[in-house]
């Protein structure tokens, strides 16, 4: 396993104290190449300013998360036409009322690549569907890490 696409929730879950941060971390060492939609950047920044907001954080700690989530993917993918119309689609088939999960999804699709997610309802909908390139971290991870062992 050397690429994926990353949901923010694992990037998150990798910069900020918590109980899988340790786990998010060495998974995103294990990639050699991280692709994310554009949407990636809102939902991260999002992130971090909830968190300086319940922690009253600092602008100079948030931009320092932000320098560190920057630094996370190897690859941003702006949306165009194609991936809106994939995007609609998954957002209809996982029966969701919005789309921004389906983009992550859509995208996995478009470049072949496993989806790695903390999100166990899109998890959970994916496997619904028949689709198994979702990912669902930190269950499935934890499996592959055991499997690496003597």
Known sequence: MTSCVLDANIAVWAVFPGPWSVEAETLLQSMTRIVVPSLWMYEVTSAVRQMMVHVGGTEEEANRLLEVLWEIPDEVIPADGDLMRMAYHWATRLGQRAAYDAF???????????LWTGDQALYRQARKVGVDFVKRFPEEWATTQTKKGP
Not at 104 to 114: F, G, M, N, Q, S
């Open 104 to 114: 992550y999804v859509a995208l996995a699709e478009r470049l072949r690549l496993p």
